[in-house]
């Protein structure tokens, strides 16, 4: 399976040079914890780095920073893990694992942002999985109970 095939479309981003206090809003108003970043004016919205809550939390309020004082870029983490919409899914899940990070964005031929892959898709589709197959034999074990019985 790619991971084109089961990323979330439309992931959120910011320019690199907005402010840590816009960036807390647009993860509030869009109800997500992860950014991924841009240079400004790139229509294309090629990753160049990620913002998490997690990140502002520990690195800005912990610190007693103020978070005006402070831009996306001051805080990004840079040379994000990216995905390729063709990549195999597996192969990104253990690249995931190895850098240990649970989102991921995807790309594009060209490196526009397509969409966000997160460790819980994975988790979803193989959970899916597995009540198909279990489905699928249960199924099978009633067919081969009727036949023995007819």
Do not use: N, W, Y
Not at 17 to 42: C, K, N, S, W, Y
Not at 104 to 113: E, M, N, Q, T, Y
Request: net charge negative; hydrophobic share 45%.
């Amino acid at each position: 399976m790619q991971v084109g095939e089961i990323c979330h479309q439309g992931a959120i981003s910011i320019a690199s040079t907005e402010g840590i206090t816009d960036a807390a809003q647009l993860m509030r108003e869009h109800h997500v914890g992860f950014l991924i970043v841009h240079q400004p004016g790139d229509p294309l919205r090629r990753p160049i780095g990620v913002l998490t809550d997690r990140d502002i939390v520990v690195e800005v309020i912990a610190k007693k920073i103020d978070p005006e004082a402070i831009k996306v870029d001051d805080l990004m983490t840079r040379q994000p893990l990216v995905a390729t919409e063709a990549e195999d899914l597996s192969e990104v899940l253990a690249a995931m694992r190895i850098a240990g990070v649970r989102r991921v964005p995807v790309v594009d031929v060209r490196g526009a942002l397509t969409g966000v892959i997160a460790i819980d898709d994975a988790f979803d589709i193989i959970t899916t999985f597995m009540c198909d197959i279990a489905g699928s034999i249960k199924h099978q074990q009633r067919v081969e109970r009727r036949a023995r019985a007819s």
